[in-house]
């Protein structure tokens, strides 16, 4: 090379995609010449001293990489070749050591890694050709990182000045769960006119801090500190024409501007966080910036979001990178968050200007206020926007919002019919006694989702929501947002905190062999939520988050029902029991023994909760883990007219591990049956349901015994008439 303090030379800066133009601009404001822009990238001209600027200097860019040439290359021979004919002896020691970036693909050469092994010989070959020695390979120590990117049979040789990329400032050795890189973090900044609202005094707050990499970036900005200050070491202080007088100019130069940005008052800079265990990760990277005294990060949720009061502080810029989850449940619980920023916003921050960055805009607009301005950016490989808010003074939007987000027309239809369920299915478990309830069932047919009302004893109402499964011509977005509107529809209907919804959500899966399809309930949570609830004087177990089921299946209410009247004085036995809540039932109906089987440990746990809440007593109460046919045949040998009453529901389809055979309801209920009755005193009775709509008495059965189909159907059900069928069995 000629004289490097002179001499011009072509760059490459590369970036996340949507900030392009920013980053251009600032490479101009350093002194940069012929900026280009490209996707995810900038080219520029400068010299040596530029480009040193520029890797402490960027608060934008990835990485800094000085172009050496732009060759074309349609084959491996021909990649061999061009990367050989650079003087690589000026750039690396032949006993250095190098490392090999390559990016894109054509025709013949169709793998990056082949690509970079094809590169790396040829340095290889070339430098012990000269000196009879080779570079090492080295990834994360190298003395020279070179970088090709291939793009239709054009071949760009470069060398990374960076080192590390340039977002990696040093400050940040603890980050939250959904991390924001820094120079994405700058660009919002930049992007929401920071520099300008810091040089005139004003505030920098950020409610949902994480981290607080916006709040140090921030004080960064403020205080004209040179992002790059922080780094150990770049890429370029082991490049055998690193100019090191060059570099040492330019790092005093920094470091004297961060002393004086310092030493003035900067703005108030505070950030908040619901999430004590984020905070600590937030204080020890603003003590690792040195930044203590200008960022002050303290323990609030979004509710309680309002301007600091310790000092004056004149109206500046609110922003924020809230979550915005992945499944529906997430997001519409985000979407109060939002909703109660935008409400403390409206009625604390008139005359400050908001930013919020969503990889979900729908959760942005959440927050009532009108965005002026919206920016298209990504955060990773996520296209996100960040939307720029203005909150005026009195914008008289606070009270009338005050119950929620306004609902879309959709989401309107369908709270108009639970307010008419309401009317009709509510009124009528008041006045029955019921306090759980089905208040909608697919009543609008595009909105194919069941949901349960659950009032506690205690008096608080949760509400259980069960998507059914969407048919396969509904695009999956489709079906997602129908159950927001539903979702939306009930907290506005019923003004439930989102806390007091489960959802259940049937989302479409692949699976390679087995299973029971394509769809599964998403499972909610790890650990059992329990509520009690009352039926009848009963008082039993509900969980509406951890399982498929809830523990009481509220179609068989009125079967409960009939079996608690029934059973004074008698035998009682609960075949494939579930929870036992039947067996409750026939307890306080006054039954003076009774056997409950199922198979699940699980289920069986939760049964002797119940019968401990209602004190059953466990002598008279048996609770038997078993396996149902297996149980049945035992019993055949010593319990014959043993049981006055039975209760039989077993599932329609089963082939558990646990049992010893498949159970197939259709193919098998004529045996279960005939086992049943055999186990009858004369004058009993079985009580057979099952929740097979196709389900055909075996005609046999009825000719056997007699047979009686029972219509045990309350209100809430009536919409769904073969949700259980149900018979009464006696000997003839």
Not at 257 to 286: H, S
Request: glycine share 8%; with cysteine; net charge positive.
């Amino acid at each position: 090379m000629t004289d490097l303090q002179t001499e011009e030379f072509e760059f490459t800066a590369t970036c996340p995609k949507g900030i392009e133009g920013l980053l251009a601009n600032e490479l101009r404001d350093l002194g940069a010449g012929s900026v280009r822009e490209q996707p995810a990238a900038v080219y520029f001209s400068g010299s040596l001293k530029l480009a040193y600027r520029c890797c402490l200097w960027s608060r934008l860019a990835n990485r800094i990489m000085l172009r050496l040439a732009q060759v074309h290359v349609a084959t491996a021979e021909d990649l061999y070749r061009a990367v050989a004919e650079q003087p690589w002896e000026l750039h690396i020691r032949s006993s250095g050591k190098l490392w090999m970036q390559f990016s894109g693909t054509n025709r013949e050469i169709r793998n990056s890694q082949f690509g970079a092994q094809k590169a790396k010989d040829a340095i290889v070959d070339r430098l012990r050709r000269q000196s009879g020695a080779r570079p090492s390979i080295d990834k994360h120590h190298p003395d020279l990182t070179v970088a090709l990117r291939l793009h239709r049979d054009k071949l760009d040789i470069a060398i990374d000045l960076s080192g590390d990329s340039l977002h990696r400032r040093g400050y940040r050795t603890h980050i939250g769960a959904a991390p924001l890189k820094e120079n994405l973090a700058a660009a919002l900044l930049l992007r929401a006119g920071w520099p300008k609202i810091a040089e005139q005094g004003g505030a920098l707050l950020d409610p949902m801090c994480g981290s607080g990499t916006i709040l140090v970036e921030a004080a960064m900005i403020a205080a004209d500190i040179a992002p790059g200050l922080m780094r150990d070491s770049f890429g370029f202080e082991r490049w055998l024409n690193h100019q090191s007088d060059i570099w040492n100019e330019l790092r005093e130069e920094a470091l004297q501007r961060q002393g004086v940005g310092l030493a003035r008052e900067l703005p108030e800079i505070r950030g908040y966080d619901a999430d004590a265990k984020v905070l600590f990760a937030a204080e020890a990277n603003i003590a690792r910036a040195g930044l203590e005294r200008q960022v002050r990060v303290s323990c609030r949720p979004v509710a309680g979001f309002r301007v600091p009061s310790h000092r004056e502080v004149k109206a500046g810029l609110v922003l924020t990178n809230p979550p915005y989850g992945e499944r529906l449940g997430e997001q519409e619980a985000l979407r109060e968050t939002y909703f109660e920023l935008g409400r403390q916003l409206k009625a604390e921050f008139p005359g400050w200007l908001v930013g919020v960055f969503t990889g979900n805009p729908e959760l942005g607009y959440a927050t009532g206020l009108r965005s002026h301005k919206q920016y298209q950016l990504y955060n990773g490989s996520i296209p996100s926007q960040l939307l720029m808010f203005e909150v005026r003074a009195q914008s008289g939007a606070v009270a009338s919002e005050a119950t929620g987000p306004k609902l879309s027309p959709q989401a309107e239809m369908v709270a108009n019919r639970l307010r008419k369920n309401l009317r009709t299915t509510g009124k009528w478990a008041a006045r029955s006694g019921v306090d759980c309830y089905r208040l909608y069932d697919a009543d609008l047919p595009e909105y194919a989702a069941a949901i349960d009302i659950y009032k506690t004893l205690d008096g608080a109402v949760y509400a259980h929501l069960q998507e059914y499964r969407p048919p396969a011509t509904i695009e999956e977005e489709k079906a997602r947002g129908r159950l927001r509107d539903l979702l939306r529809a009930l907290q506005s209907v019923l003004e439930l905190p989102r806390a007091n919804i489960s959802i259940k959500e049937r989302r479409r899966h692949s699976h390679k062999g087995g299973g029971k399809g394509g769809s599964q309930y998403q499972k909610q949570t790890e650990s059992r939520k329990e509520l009690w609830v009352g039926e009848y004087g009963a008082e039993l177990a509900v969980d509406l988050w951890s399982y498929l089921d809830t523990g009481l299946f509220l179609d068989h209410r009125p079967v409960r029902k009939y079996l608690r009247e029934i059973s004074a004085g008698k035998t009682f036995l609960n075949l494939f029991c579930y929870t036992a809540s039947a067996t409750v039932q026939a307890a306080l109906g006054g039954c003076k023994q009774s056997t409950s089987v199922d198979m699940s440990r699980t289920y069986q746990n939760w049964a002797g909760q119940n019968f401990r809440a209602n004190n059953m007593d466990p002598y008279r109460h048996q609770l038997v883990e078993a396996d149902c046919l297996q149980w049945l045949e035992s019993a055949q040998q010593n319990r014959k007219g043993h049981y006055d009453l039975i209760f039989m529901d077993p599932p329609s389809f089963s082939n558990s591990a646990k049992m010893s055979g498949v159970l197939d309801i259709q193919r098998d209920h004529g045996k279960l049956i005939r086992q049943c009755m055999s186990l009858l005193s004369p004058q009993g009775r079985l009580v057979f349901s099952n929740n097979l709509r196709s389900f055909k008495m075996d005609e046999d059965v009825s000719s056997e015994y007699s047979v009686e189909k029972l219509n045990l159907l309350d209100k809430d059900f009536q919409r769904n008439p073969k949700i259980h069928n149900v018979w009464e069995l006696r000997l003839k």
